[in-house]
């Protein structure tokens, strides 16, 4: 972090860049929107709960997307779920990003092939930040890839594109 | 308790103008195929009928049977009071399948038929509300369980396939 580090030592008075302390900020509370789609749900949801606890990252839920930061794509997406799913998107106010969870919602997951129903993956709808491996993946790997977004939210800058 | 046998007697007493045929020599249990156009009649008398009573609509379920060219739909009927159970199935022809709707005597029926309607394409005649229920109700391409299905390459935009 190193961010406020000199609070503690300068009593009142914090020295960062308004970069940083913006990205600080936006990282710390990232608000999902209340949307789960199939079984990665249910494990998205065990990493709400005080076991895993999404809270310490900041992560609340919330039930409107005009009140979220991210929204984590946690199941299959059928085709006609993915027309409801870029209207939620389009919905949510900049900076908003995405977590893909889960292998059905990266590429289809067991569907990819004869899943006349399914979308091959969200990316072809609305623009995936993280892709989280797994079917479904565990809340540990659901933390990391929240921990990947925040390492990408710090490093983002107000002046250049980020890398 | 009736048998599937029995039950044939008592509707070939009923319906003497119907055609009834039971099948019976395959390795699952026998079922009775009959016409599609008649299937709410033959289905209201086994509903109605205290001695047979069938109460319970357990499954409605479409098959596409592409070598012989047909739709067919199968019905799986228990009474809870009597304890007994029947599979029906009715054969339509495949350019046209038409069957009639149960949903006036097996409320569950509804939906059943929806999806049958969805999957495969088959039109339930004097169904109250027979739009698709799980794929998009604008999806033209077609009944995606029918073996001669194919995906198209987009919807609204989205590519399809892989």
Not at chain 1, 77 to 97: C, D, G, S
Not at chain 2, 70 to 88: A, D, F, G, I, P
Request: charged share 25%; with cysteine; net charge negative.
């Amino acid at each position: 972090m190193g961010l406020l580090d000199k609070e503690f030592t300068d009593g009142n008075i914090v020295i960062a860049k308004a970069e940083d302390l913006m990205n600080w900020a936006r990282l710390s509370s990232l608000w999902q929107v209340s949307f789960g789609l199939a079984c990665c749900a249910i494990e998205m949801m065990a990493t709400s709960a005080s076991h895993y606890d999404f809270d310490r990252f900041g992560v609340i839920p919330r039930p409107s997307p005009r009140h979220a930061d991210i929204i984590i794509i946690s199941g299959t997406v059928t085709l006609k779920m993915a027309t409801r799913i870029k209207r939620l998107y389009e919905q949510m106010p900049e900076p908003k990003y995405i977590i893909s969870m889960g292998s059905c919602s990266n590429s289809g997951g067991p569907y990819w092939e004869h899943g006349y129903h399914v979308l091959k993956g969200i990316d072809r709808v609305i623009p995936v930040d993280v892709y989280v491996p797994g079917c479904p993946p565990r809340p540990e790997a659901l933390l990391e890839g929240l921990i990947k977004l925040q390492e990408k939210i710090r490093k983002t800058s107000l002046v250049k594109k980020s890398t | 308790m009736k048998n599937t046998e029995e039950i044939l007697q008592a509707l070939k007493e009923n319906f003497p103008d119907f055609s009834f045929e039971l099948k019976s020599d395959l390795p699952v249990e026998g079922f009775i195929i009959c016409n599609p156009l008649v299937i709410d009649k033959i289905s209201h008398f086994l509903h109605d009928n205290p001695e047979l009573n069938f109460d319970s609509l357990i499954n409605l379920s479409g098959v596409d049977e592409i070598k012989a060219n047909q739709l067919s739909v199968y019905y799986h009927l228990e009474s809870t009071e009597l304890k007994h159970k029947l599979v029906l199935k009715v054969v339509t022809d495949r350019n046209s399948p038409e069957v009639a709707s149960v949903t006036d005597i097996w409320k569950g029926a509804n939906w059943h038929e929806r999806e049958a309607y969805d999957m495969f394409g088959i039109k339930f005649l004097n169904h109250p509300d027979l739009r698709r229920i799980l794929m998009p109700y604008d999806w033209e391409a077609g009944h995606p369980l029918r073996k001669d299905y194919e995906n198209p390459e987009f919807y609204q935009g989205m590519k399809v396939p892989f």
